[in-house]
């Protein structure tokens, strides 16, 4: 069974900081791997994914991904608070086009003014 | 753009009561999916449907019916609550279910307290 844990749990930092947000995974033959935002009282968001090796940008959201190290990070430039959220890294398991996506526990992120 | 819509909003039980919670979407969706999500803790599956009248089981389905009548449509049905239960109950659609960079939409949840 495929494990996804992340850290740290909860993260503080002033706003324009850069934030960088860590998960690993226990299976390398996993398939894309998933960050999702959710704010309290709100369902999950999609943010970005990302299948092969190396990394991915998307306007302030960086990712990177290392399978043989099983780890993935998502890095978030010029944070504001709006971004104040739980960010949830889930991972597709190798389970032949399987529709299942395995969440880690989030970390909680604060921006402050 | 579309919109997944869940009902109740709050759901308040009794205990060994069986409850249904609701979920439509609007995206034309094939798949779509039940997780639990317990108090500062992440996603767990309870049942997922690739297509109308299908039902897959995910990890946490025991002690859970699901119902996929419609396309647009998918029940989650508890069949004994359990005293001291509380979560939030998501449901998410994705446009198929074998491509692995499919996105999953989420509705707002449904939350569940049982006395």
Redesign the interface.
Known sequence: ?EK?QQSPESLIVPEGAMVSLNCSFSDSAS??I?WYQQHP??????LI?I?SNGNKKEGRLTVYLNRASLHVSLHIKDSQPSDSAVY?C?V?PNQG?????I????TKLTVSS | GGI?TQTPKFLIGQEGQKLTLKCQQNFNHD?M?W?RQDS??????IY?S?TENDLQK??LSEGYDASREKKSSFSLTVTSAQKNEMAVF?C?S?IR?????????????TRLLVL
């Not at chain 1, 009282?41 to 999609?46: E, L, S, T």
């Not at chain 2, 500062?40 to 599956?45: A, D, P, Q, S, V």
């Not at chain 2, 279910?97 to 949840?109: A, E, K, R």
Request: contains cysteine; positive net charge.
């Open positions: 069974q996804v398939q894309s998933w009282g709100k369902g999950p968001k999609a994914s299948f949830l889930a597709s086009g399987s529709a299942k996506l969440f880690g526990e989030g | 997944i798949t999916y997780y500062g803790k992440g996603l767990r599956l997922y690739i995910g990890d998501l998410a994705s279910d074998w491509g692995c960079q499919d996105t999953q939409y989420f509705g707002p949840g």
